[in-house]
């Protein structure tokens, strides 16, 4: 039976990134830097952040006060949107708040270039190709191992691929991916792509409907698991790493509970099939539209 909480997926550089992990975004002040040092105390090696969270100092001090060795830890962390014209000043200000040298994947938060003296207007003169163009320089420094693009939908994807200044294909596309959003045809198009998919609000977020849902229920009640477990389950097993947001430590610890059992075909399809849509993340709060349902 599988080992999911040692398993890792190679990127398109060659760089093996750990399947599960740890994510940090509306941790609240004080909780993020305990449920960090607990996640990798407890087995975790994947820590997902960003300059956007306002967190990245005290995720850094909790993996300093978890005791685990920085080479065996992938952090994650991105550039925010206000920053796309600045993304020497962005990394730089991550490295400093995370206290490491370097971090083993560099998103570009959102394809989103908003202008920083005014957060509803997006850069007249900038958008998201310049900025990717900016982020390829990045691996030579050893500061960034490797680079991607987060929020990106097939439109975007394209619009980025087929530019002649697009030289590095993005190593990860991270996503929000759910069986209320599983987007299907975006995971495919990345896959040909060579791009792997990370799943955020992979378990549809603390509201959301798909904690009601009778068929999720069902299943985790037959598998003798929290529905959390088979979230998780579904995304790995549809080939995205997930990055589950918890800050309570027997969640945390639970949420890793993935080894040595897995779900059949037929319980993969039913939370495949759910009708149910929507969306924890959307764009309405972005000076650009960045969502153009070609996803599904």
Known sequence: MTQNTKATFTLNTGAKMPAVGLGTWQSKPNQVREAVKVALQNGYRHIDTALAYGNEAEVGQGIKDSGVPREEIWITTK??????????????????????????????????????????????????????????????????????????????????????????????????????????????????????????????????????????????????????????????QRGTSVIPKSVTASRITQNFELDGWELTDEEMKQLSSLPDRFKVCGDAWLPVKVFFGDDE
């Open 79 to 236: 550039l925010d949107n206000p920053w796309h014209k600045r993304v020497e000043e962005g990394i730089t200000s991550s490295l400093k708040d995370l206290g490491v040298d370097y971090v083993d994947l560099y998103l570009m938060h959102w394809p989103s270039s908003t202008d920083p003296s005014d957060l509803k207007k997006h850069l007249p003169d900038w958008n998201f190709v310049k900025t990717w163009a900016e982020l390829q320089k990045l691996p030579a420094s050893g500061r960034v191992k490797n680079i991607g693009v987060s929020n990106f939908g097939i439109r975007n994807l394209e619009k980025l691929l087929n530019d002649e200044s697009c030289k590095t294909v993005p190593a990860v596309n991270q996503i929000e991916l759910h069986p209320n959003n599983p987007s299907p045809k975006l995971l495919e198009y990345c896959k040909e792509k060579g791009i792997h998919c990370t799943a955020y609000s992979c378990l549809g977020s603390t509201d959301s409907p798909l904690h009601k849902d009778q068929t999720l229920a069902k299943i985790a009640e037959a598998k003798g698991k929290t529905p959390s477990q088979v979230l998780l389950m579904w995304g790995l």
